[in-house]
C-alpha cells in the first residue's frame, strides 16, 4: 500500500498544550496536505506545504517537511478543546493524477478542557 | 450553495440493490472528486474528474461502481448489486482549478450502509 502513516494513532493532551502528529510517506511527492476531520464526515483542508518548501506556518499550526526521510509533522500550539479531532496528512504523489492523493489512517486527538 | 452538498447524508440499502450518491460541486468549481473512508481509515481515492470527463478512475474498485459528471457540475456515483463491503462513508470534494497545490473542499459525506 502507498497509504501514509500518521503517528501516534492516538494523543490526549491538556488544554493549553501543545500537540504534534507526524506522518511518513513512501513514495516521491509534490506536495503533502493536512487535513482535520470531527465526527467522521467532512474533511477541512489545513494547510499544503510543497515539496520544496520546509515549514509552514498558519495560526497555531506549524508543518514540517523532510523530504530525505520522507516524513512531516504537525504541531498545533496552545490546544483548545474544540481542536478535538482526527488529523489526516496526504500525499499529492510524483506520477499520480492531482486528484488522487493518498491518506494516511490519521491521528485521533483528544484535548481535554 | 457555499459549500460541497452530498446526499443523501445516510443511504441503508440490501445487499444487491442499486445505488447513487450524489454531489454538488462548489459552483464554478472544475475539477471534482470522490473517495471512500472505511471505519477507522483514511479516505481512498475513487475518481477524479476535470470537466465533463474523468481524469483518472483508477481508485474504482471494480465495474460495479461508475461516476458521471455529464454537465460539468453536478457528479453521481453509481453502485451496481452492493455488497456488505461497500459500507463506508463516500466523500466528494471539489476545486477551483485543475492544478497542483490547489486546496479541495470537501463534503459532509454519504454514509452508506449495506445490510
Known amino acids: 500500500s502507498q497509504q501514509g502513516e500518521e503517528d501516534p494513532q492516538a494523543l490526549s493532551i491538556q488544554e493549553g498544550e501543545n500537540a504534534t502528529m507526524n506522518c511518513s510517506y513512501k513514495?516521491?511527492?509534490?506536495?503533502l496536505q493536512w487535513y482535520r476531520q470531527n465526527s467522521g464526515r467532512g474533511l477541512v483542508h489545513l494547510i499544503l506545504?510543497?515539496?520544496?518548501?520546509r515549514e509552514k506556518h498558519s495560526g497555531r499550526l506549524r508543518v514540517t517537511l523532510d523530504t530525505s526521510k520522507k516524513s512531516s509533522s504537525l504541531l498545533i500550539t496552545a490546544s483548545r478543546a474544540a481542536d478535538t479531532a482526527s488529523y489526516f496528512c496526504?500525499?499529492?504523489?510524483?506520477?499520480?493524477?492531482?486528484?488522487?492523493?493518498?491518506f494516511g489512517k490519521g491521528t485521533k486527538l483528544s484535548v481535554k478542557p | 450553495g457555499a459549500g460541497v452538498s452530498q446526499t443523501p447524508s445516510n443511504k441503508v440499502t440490501e445487499k444487491g440493490k442499486y445505488v447513487e450518491l450524489r454531489c454538488d460541486p462548489i459552483?464554478?468549481?472544475?475539477?471534482l472528486y470522490w473517495y471512500r473512508q472505511s471505519l477507522g481509515q483514511g479516505p481512498e481515492f475513487l475518481i477524479y474528474?476535470?470537466?465533463?470527463?474523468?481524469?483518472?478512475d483508477s481508485g474504482l474498485p471494480n465495474d460495479r461502481f461508475f461516476a458521471v459528471r455529464p454537465e460539468g457540475s453536478v457528479s453521481t456515483l453509481k453502485i451496481q448489486r452492493t455488497e456488505r463491503g461497500d459500507s463506508a462513508v463516500y466523500l466528494c470534494?471539489?476545486?477551483?482549478?485543475?492544478?497542483?497545490?490547489?486546496?479541495?473542499?470537501f463534503g459532509q459525506g454519504t454514509r452508506l450502509t449495506v445490510v
Open positions: 496526504a500525499t499529492d504523489f510524483t506520477g499520480g493524477s492531482q486528484g488522487n492523493l493518498i
Open positions: 513514495t516521491s511527492i509534490n506536495n
Open positions: 474528474f476535470q470537466g465533463t470527463g474523468a481524469a483518472d
Open positions: 470534494a471539489s476545486s477551483f482549478t485543475g492544478g497542483r497545490n490547489t486546496e479541495a473542499f
Open positions: 459552483s464554478g468549481h472544475t475539477a
Open positions: 506545504i510543497r515539496s520544496n518548501e
